[in-house]
């Protein structure tokens, strides 16, 4: 294997979808490894985490790991009580996510694990437990560097741009693309044709779209939420999650190199996700794009 590579260990949102009919794209959620050499990068602590504790501590490659979460919601941090790395001593972890202060990081990672929710605290971790936060502003794990960025999802979430062997990795796992298109919609449909408003608001649209861009553009890897299905989207607006089109579009937009189809909705089935690719491929073969695009499945493995 190469020394450099991305695994993907969960790739549903919301919740865990264990079932016989979903196990070709995997029910663990989100959760990403990245790895270089010695140094491993582990993006959100789904359930997906779960299984790469138990590897990286039966391996005993490396005793330290940078875990990075993009937000607190549960998809996001579920794994965590079960991770066997903080459990082990001589093990050292590095916490980042939304916070100010180390303190405010290392309590909302924390929380879930306190009676009546879990049995044991994080006072019982082994592991030698660092918690960094917003304001050190770019992270460096050995060769790995990370930037973060705020995403449209509600409460604060981020998105990381990861530099690593050479390629600029995007990790957006939650976020609305067309979050910021509703309100103007509405008022554009509300506005005279022919006033200046119009064209204001039509220049407003455009601006949202080029900023919504900035974070991915030029990314060798886009990992990005891929959540719904264009019905869906239509009934749960505002809920923080993209349609798989905009996903695409925005990927082509941006000129990604390969885009990879994440956070994918946990009732849907393998079926329903291959519709959802072919759709995808699809739209880029009439946009007449060069841009490459999968299904993140759990266990895949992208050499860098
Ligand atoms: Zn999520
Ligand atoms: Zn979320």
Same mark, same amino acid.
């Given at each position: 294997?190469?020394?450099?590579?991305?695994?993907?260990?969960?790739?549903?949102?919301?919740?865990?979808?264990?079932?016989?009919?979903?196990?070709?794209?995997?029910?663990?959620?989100?959760?990403?490894?990245?790895?270089?050499?010695?140094? !491993?990068?582990?993006?959100? &602590?789904?359930? %997906?985490? +779960?299984?790469? *504790?138990?590897?990286? #501590?039966?391996?005993?490659? /490396?005793?330290?790991?940078?875990?990075?979460?993009?937000?607190?919601?549960?998809?996001?941090?579920?794994?965590?009580?079960?991770?066997?790395?903080?459990?082990?001593?001589?093990?050292?972890?590095?916490?980042?996510?939304?916070?100010?202060?180390?303190?405010?990081?290392?309590?909302?990672?924390?929380?879930?694990?306190?009676?009546?929710?879990?049995?044991?605290?994080?006072?019982?971790?082994?592991?030698? !437990?660092?918690?960094?936060? &917003?304001?050190? %502003?770019? +992270?460096?794990? *050995?060769?790995?560097? #990370?930037?973060?960025?705020? /995403?449209?999802?509600?409460?604060?979430?981020?998105?990381?741009?990861?530099?690593?062997?050479?390629?600029?990795?995007?990790?957006?796992?939650?976020?609305?693309?067309?979050?910021?298109?509703?309100?103007?919609?509405?008022?554009?449909?509300?506005?005279?044709?022919?006033?200046?408003?119009?064209?204001?608001?039509?220049?407003?649209?455009?601006?949202?779209?080029?900023?919504?861009?900035?974070?991915?553009?030029?990314?060798?890897?886009?990992?990005?939420?891929?959540?719904?299905?264009?019905?869906?989207?239509?009934?749960?607006?505002?809920?923080?999650?993209?349609?798989?089109?905009?996903?695409?579009?925005?990927?082509?937009?941006?000129?990604?190199?390969?885009?990879?189809?994440?956070?994918?909705?946990?009732?849907?089935?393998?079926?329903?996700?291959?519709?959802?690719?072919?759709?995808?491929?699809?739209?880029?073969?009439?946009?007449?794009?060069?841009?490459?695009?999968?299904?993140?499945?759990?266990?895949?493995?992208?050499?860098?």
């Amino acid at each position: 294997m190469s020394p450099c590579y991305l695994r993907f260990w969960g790739v549903r949102g919301s919740y865990p979808a264990p079932f016989a009919t979903h196990m070709r794209t995997g029910g663990n959620t989100s959760c990403v490894e990245v790895r270089c050499a010695d140094h !491993v990068l582990i993006v959100d &602590a789904g359930t %997906g985490i +779960i299984p790469l *504790g138990a590897r990286l #501590v039966e391996q005993d490659a /490396v005793r330290e790991v940078a875990i990075l979460v993009t937000h607190y919601h549960w998809d996001h941090i579920s794994g965590l009580p079960f991770f066997e790395p903080a459990f082990t001593p001589s093990w050292t972890l590095r916490f980042f996510g939304p916070g100010n202060t180390e303190m405010e990081v290392a309590e909302a990672l924390s929380e879930q694990m306190r009676a009546p929710y879990f049995p044991v605290e994080t006072e019982t971790w082994l592991a030698d !437990v660092h918690y960094l936060h &917003a304001k050190d %502003g770019t +992270i460096e794990h *050995g060769p790995i560097r #990370v930037t973060p960025f705020h /995403v449209h999802h509600p409460g604060t979430t981020f998105g990381f741009r990861i530099e690593v062997a050479g390629h600029t990795v995007v990790y957006v796992s939650d976020n609305e693309l067309l979050f910021l298109d509703a309100p103007i919609d509405q008022r554009l449909e509300e506005s005279d044709l022919d006033t200046g408003e119009h064209e204001l608001l039509v220049q407003m649209k455009e601006e949202a779209k080029r900023a919504s861009l900035q974070p991915f553009l030029d990314a060798d890897i886009l990992i990005h939420d891929s959540q719904y299905t264009r019905e869906d989207y239509a009934r749960k607006r505002g809920w923080g999650h993209s349609c798989y089109i905009d996903t695409v579009n925005c990927a082509i937009d941006a000129r990604v190199g390969q885009l990879y189809l994440y956070h994918l909705d946990p009732s849907y089935p393998d079926t329903q996700v291959d519709a959802l690719h072919r759709e995808a491929q699809e739209i880029i073969r009439r946009r007449g794009s060069a841009l490459r695009c999968e299904v993140a499945r759990e266990g895949l493995v992208i050499p860098l």
